[in-house]
């Protein structure tokens, strides 16, 4: 008898490997620097095959800066999140997504229809926290912090202890307006360092853009998303779109945009009304004349990180967005490809 139990007990472990699978990413909880780089280790052990990740580069207060591919293909795509501290859920968002298309490509099973076999082919690159020490003061307050920092990172914030609402780095540098692209033109932008707005006194000033940029030029993805909250957007387009609409490559790129708002159910932006430059997406734009959109999830809310209970409803709008992002990556390649043939 006690035999036939311990039959039935590993006949149930061995096939459903799914079900005693714990999740390993924790969405109902705030996100934090080491959670998710405990994360990554734990998702890159159990998918040795699928992920690997290095570290981009160690901030002043020995942060990581974390990048994390799933796939074997040569094209990439590129996916970030959380350049402004407090718009942290991103990073949830996008580990839970190498973690959804890690165990999916085990399985065998699509996500909203997509199949995961596409990263035989194609790479989706992830960097989910590009502001680590930004995400930390925003959680846990100045005394993550070591005390020489406290008067300047009080000044930064108004005099007020409480940081929900910080975006920028360390040094009160916020890193979307960092960026080689019309920069020396930003306007309405803080004038020294602060909780948000202050570009810098040059672009790539901050280790973690600079870092990023090398980055994307050494992988030079095929599509690129920059993730913030909030709003429930999608903007496509750069600073100095002009009339320049309907050349292909503006053609193309819309048809993009038009799938992932339909997709996310986001309002779909007009590009020049958003952005004067700056940012990643105008950069990456300007610089490899390839599709970038930033992609603002989660209802809007004024100067704090998005609440928790909001996780579900951006998941379900966003889990499809690296693989039909790989998806169309791929077509790309296979269409500039017969076009040069
Ligand atoms: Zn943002």
């Known amino acids: 008898m006690k035999n036939i139990w311990l039959l039935l007990f590993f006949f149930y472990f061995y096939f459903c490997p799914s079900i005693i699978q714990a999740e390993i990413v924790n969405t109902k909880e705030v996100y934090t620097y080491e959670s998710l780089t405990e994360d990554l280790r734990e998702l890159s052990r159990l998918h040795p095959d699928l992920i690997t990740y290095k570290s981009l580069v160690k901030t002043p207060y020995g942060k990581k800066i974390w990048a994390i591919k799933v796939g074997h293909g040569k094209p990439t795509v590129l996916l970030h999140g959380a350049h402004h501290a407090r718009e942290w859920m991103t990073s949830t968002l996008l580990m839970k997504m190498i973690e959804t298309y890690a165990s999916s490509y085990k399985d065998k099973r699509t996500v909203e229809g997509y199949h995961p076999n596409i990263l035989d082919e194609v790479s989706i690159w992830f960097v989910p926290m590009v502001n680590p020490d930004g995400v930390t003061l925003q959680q846990m307050g100045l005394f993550a912090f070591p005390s020489y920092l406290h008067p300047s990172l009080v000044e930064m914030n108004k005099g007020s202890l409480n940081f929900v609402r910080w975006k920028a780095n360390l040094d009160g540098i916020d890193l979307n307006r960092q960026y080689p692209a019309n920069w020396e033109n930003l306007r309405g932008v803080s004038s020294k360092p602060s ?70 159910k986001y309002k779909l932006e007009e590009p020049e009304s958003h952005q004067q430059g700056g940012g990643y997406t105008d950069w990456f734009i300007e610089e490899f004349e390839k599709p970038a959109l930033t992609v603002e999830i989660g209802s809007l809310i004024e100067n704090s990180s998005l609440p928790l209970d909001s996780f579900s409803s951006i998941w379900e709008s966003n889990k499809a967005i690296g693989l039909f992002l790989a998806k169309r990556a791929l077509e790309k390649r296979i269409n500039n490809h017969n076009h040069i043939m």
Do not use: C
């Open 195 to 264: 909780y948000q707005f202050y570009k810098g006194t040059r672009p790539l000033e901050a280790i973690e853009v600079k870092a990023l940029v090398e980055f994307t030029s050494e992988i030079e993805p095929e599509i690129a998303v920059s993730y913030h909250s909030s709003g429930n957007m999608l903007f496509w387009g750069f600073y100095q779109w002009g009339l320049t609409h309907t050349t292909k490559f503006a053609i193309d790129y819309y048809k993009i945009a038009e799938k992932l708002a339909d997709i996310t």
